[in-house]
């Protein structure tokens, strides 16, 4: 590399114009221009305000417009940059605070239109943070109105996956950007909090033959000829927050979608990626035109970018004009990927898509409101997702989802939807099933109980009202109030405010004067928290009562007292008590009604409503008040099932079963799961047949989970087993949907030599990611104890992506006879695990502890990494609800012990 590159050359100053403080060549300077008045001596400074205990900057202080250059090659460790502020003062003041953690000011001043201050900068870390990131100006004098604040700076790319990260892919470098929550610190100084929206311009310098990517279009280029750079600048943004910048650079490829607005591209690291990436730009094009009809504008931006990261920490990333994606989630071919990948590939689109008015042009005030954006983001995309492909089941899989849910939300430890946030490091714990999966099954519930036309018009009247702005929840309880005439606020607050989970019994009373429903409130409490709770929930319930025959009655009420009694026009034979699905509680009916339910399932019940079914059921022998075999009765009478989102809460129930039963238990329940399980697979088949549904061909993956993993049914291991030897010889013979089971089973029969095939096979697939699935679901299913450990010594190497990470822990911690072994090794090798793994996936990795159904080796691992939890954001969270997690299973596993019932 010539010198002609290096960031402290002449040229590469004078290409982005950073000499206006009359910087020199020789280096940075202190944080002042030549020429400028020496600061005040230290007992002139001003004293500056702590920082402030909520996590937030001092107020009195706002951005109102950002104009940003920086110049980036990904190919050195750091970039300089320019960032000019305008900023209102809205009271007298000598200190401007703002944040920066990693850019060093090279110089700074504050001007207004009469005179120029020269500060003097300091660092400081802000409340609940280990390291400096909140940037100090002292000036000379006080100031209030109109200033900008002008400053010259460098900074690191980022590790972690964060901020302005780098990228080497194929030999060559990138850079890419991940701002959420509060790493746009890491790229630029900025007022770094969501409620700060203001306008931003960017120009974006790199070497000649490299692209640029911004949140907006393009609007020129040139090449300055005597440093061989390229600038590419950038229209004006509706205001954004600093979370949503972001910015790709480097030899990237582009694929348009043709016509349509607004423009649409494909954007990855090679021609051959780009080309794969057609499919989800007809899908985003769909998606998009359902957002536009349901809330009755255009899209809000200038152009929609889809961007496949090679390594990338989350899935993906909302950005206007430039969402990012992990590049196995939008590289989908659809004439060659299994169903679960093209499921996958419309989901995060939708998400990504339904982002762009919730949590885009609506912002959260602050990161307490996050469920603002993803539990609405979550709840519209299953709307998007099923109206562009109904045939993915994805109405179903809410209520499956909602399920997952209460299981958080049933910890002691779990945080409440609207939970106070004290730092920008704490935010990123808020980014949790509660504020995703909860946030949108209650907005499912009120959508239910209002009317899908009143929540449509509170939506728009809520999103005009603060338009490029930000919002709370009680902004949008507040619409809801207005648009419905109910107190929807006031539901909506009970559920938001608070943690747990609403029990509502059903109780029928039928006399010759009549019939009643009797309805009785209560927190549900699984084993191990028997503890009573006070809690009450202003829960809309919904029952439909049946005679058996033709006649059925719908009653609705919104339990607020712990109890409330309905009358019934006739005495039913059958009580469906959360009619659709659609309320967040678990149901409770006597055992003989229940028994009936089940036993009419199919004929009065939707699917939605059986997964439900199927759920409660489970929920109740969690909480002891029914034994394993009772279930396995109840469940053996869906026998002819033919749905995928019900046999998928079967499987998650037998499995949640399994994981805590003891082996006598265990063995009756594998004989549950084959009596139950076998059928379907037989009438399936083991592969897919020509024309076969999306439906069926993830329903033959989830009842093959359930066989092998549960039912541990050697006839179906031995078939699987074959197809994933057949397909690492003839990968194009054995179909994508089957592959990945194929491959695991494969791998419970390798020896040394095979493993060593598996990485090597790894190596070569580093730019093919459907691939890359197969091979990582191969990995996971290594049995042997010394290949285990190879396996996970893999992690630990640069063949692995650190995104690659997140497909191996989880199934291993997760399975009954490795779990114990990977936590023991993930506490063995912390540290080096550390250095490789982004702080916040290390969290969710030390979260996956919570799968170990043992009340002392959590508690354990807890007492080993106490010292080092501080290395990891949200490391104590995850271990505290892991260990509550492994009581609670205890304790279950207590029960499973008790002999069967005769």
């Keep these: 590399m010539s010198g002609a590159w290096r960031f402290g050359s002449c040229r590469r100053w004078l290409a982005i114009g950073l000499l206006g403080f009359g910087l020199g060549c020789g280096g940075p300077g202190p944080a002042r221009g030549r020429g400028t008045p020496a600061p005040p001596a230290p007992s002139l400074l001003p004293t500056p305000p702590p920082p402030r205990a909520d996590g937030r900057l001092p107020s009195g202080v706002r951005p109102l417009a ?17 960032v000019r502020i305008d900023v209102e003062l809205e009271r007298e003041t000598r200190t401007i605070v703002l944040h920066a953690h990693g850019p060093r000011v090279l110089t700074a001043v504050v001007r207004t239109a009469a005179s120029s201050d020269w500060p003097v900068v300091a660092q400081r870390p802000s409340t609940g943070s280990t390291e400096a990131d909140e940037l100090v100006l002292m000036l000379s004098a006080a100031r209030r109105g109109r200033v900008e604040v002008d400053l010259e700076f460098e900074a690191p790319f980022s590790d972690g996956l964060r901020g302005l990260y780098r990228v080497r892919d194929g030999g060559r470098w990138y850079a890419f950007t991940q701002m959420q929550p509060a790493d746009a ?19 974006i310098t790199v070497p000649d033959g490299d692209a640029a990517f911004a949140n907006q279009p393009e609007v020129s280029s040139r090449v300055h000829l005597d440093s061989g750079l ?4 950038f229209s004006k943004s509706p205001p954004l927050p600093t979370y949503l910048l972001a910015l790709a650079t480097g030899p990237l490829v582009t694929l348009a979608a043709g016509a349509g607005q607004p423009p649409m591209r494909l954007i990855a690291t090679t021609e051959a990626k780009a080309a794969r990436g057609a499919d989800s730009l007809q899908v985003a094009r769909a998606q998009l035109r359902h957002a536009e009809e349901y809330f009755g504008e255009p899209h809000p931006y200038d152009k929609l970018d889809l961007v496949a990261v090679p390594e990338f920490g989350a899935g993906a990333m909302e950005n206007p004009g430039l969402m990012t994606f992990r590049e196995e989630l939008v590289l989908v071919d659809s004439t ?9 590939q419309i989901g995060i689109i939708a998400h990504e898509l339904a982002h762009q008015w919730l949590g885009n042009v609506v912002s959260p005030r602050w990161w307490d409101d996050l469920w603002l954006n993803e539990g609405l983001a979550t709840w519209m995309a299953t709307r998007l997702a099923h109206d562009h492909a109904p045939g993915f089941g994805f109405l179903e899989e809410r209520a499956n989802g909602k399920s997952v849910a209460m299981g958080v939300d049933v910890l002691e430890s779990a945080r409440r939807v609207r939970e106070a946030v004290p730092s920008a490091r704490s935010a990123r714990e808020a980014f949790d099933t509660i504020t995703y999966v909860k946030g949108a099954s209650l907005m499912h519930m009120l959508e239910a109980w209002l009317g899908p036309d009143v929540m449509q018009h509170a939506l728009r009247a809520h999103v005009a009202a603060h338009r490029h702005g930000s919002a709370t929840s009680a902004d949008l309880g507040a619409a809801l109030d207005r648009a419905s005439g109910k107190p929807a606020s006031r539901t909506l607050g009970s559920f938001v405010d608070q943690t747990g989970v609403p029990r509502v019994a059903l109780t029928v009373n039928c006399s010759a004067t ?19 709770s006070e809690k009450l929930w202003a829960v809309p319930v919904c029952v439909r009562a049946s005679d058996g025959k033709k006649r059925t009655h719908r009653t609705c009420v919104e339990l607020v007292e712990r109890r409330a009694t309905v009358a019934l026009p006739f005495c039913p034979a059958l009580v469906v008590p959360n009619d659709a699905e659609s309320g967040y509680y678990r ?63 079967v499987v998650r129930a037998l499995e949640r079963m399994e994981r805590s039963a003891p082996p006598a238990a265990r063995a ?11 059928p379907v697979s037989k009438r399936l088949g083991l592969l897919p047949k020509a024309g076969e549904s999306e439906s069926s061909r993830l329903m ?10 549960v039912g541990r049914d050697p006839a179906t291991e031995q078939a699987l087993a074959e197809v994933g030897a057949r397909w690492l010889t003839e990968p194009g013979s054995v179909p994508a949907d089957v592959a990945r089971l194929g491959l695991a089973a494969h791998a419970r029969t390798l020896e040394a030599d095979g493993l060593d095939g598996l990485a090597a096979r790894l190596d070569a697939a580093r730019d093919d990611a459907a691939v890359r699935m197969v091979l990582l679901a191969g990995l996971t299913g290594v049995r042997r104890a010394d290949l285990l450990d190879r396996v996970l010594s893999l992690t630990l190497e640069e063949r692995l992506k650190v995104q690659d990470l997140r497909y191996v822990f989880p199934p291993l911690l997760a399975g009954t006879d490795t779990g114990a072994a990977v936590s023991r090794w993930i506490v063995a090798n912390f540290d080096a695990l550390v250095r490789r793994v982004p702080s916040f996936v290390m969290g969710r990795m030390l979260a996956g502890f919570g799968e170990l159904c043992d009340a002392e080796l959590v508690p354990a691992h807890e007492s080993a990494l106490r010292s080092r939890l501080g290395q990891v954001e949200g490391g104590q969270k995850a271990l505290t609800q892991a260990m509550e997690r492994a009581k609670l299973c205890a304790s279950l596993s207590e029960a499973l012990a008790e002999p069967p019932t005769d």
């Design 185 to 203: 610190r890491r790229a630029i100084p900025c007022f770094d909090e969501p409620g700060f929206k203001t306008p931003f311009e960017f120009t």
């Design 668 to 678: 009756r329940l594998a004989v549950t799961a084959r009596q139950l399980l076998g």
């Design 514 to 532: 009549g019939a009643e429903l009797l309805l009785e409130q209560a927190e549900y409490r699984p084993l191990g928290r028997p503890e009573r």
């Design 336 to 344: 060659s990927a299994s169903a679960e990948a093209r499921r996958g």
């Design 66 to 82: 950002y104009r940003v250059d920086l110049s980036v090659d990904p190919r050195e460790r750091t970039y300089f940059g320019r």
């Design 230 to 233: 390229r600038s590419y600048s």
């Design 700 to 709: 033959r993956l989830t009842v093959l989970r359930g066989l092998v993993g």
């Design 587 to 649: 149901a409770a009916l006597p055992r003989p009604r229940l028994t009936a339910l089940f036993r009419a399932a199919r004929q009065v019940l939707s699917p939605i409503e059986r997964i439900g079914l199927v759920a409660n059921t489970r929920a109740l022998v969690e909480a002891g008040e029914l034994t394993l075999d009772e279930l396995s009765a109840l469940l053996g009478l869906l026998a002819g099932e033919t749905e995928r989102g019900v046999w998928e809460e």
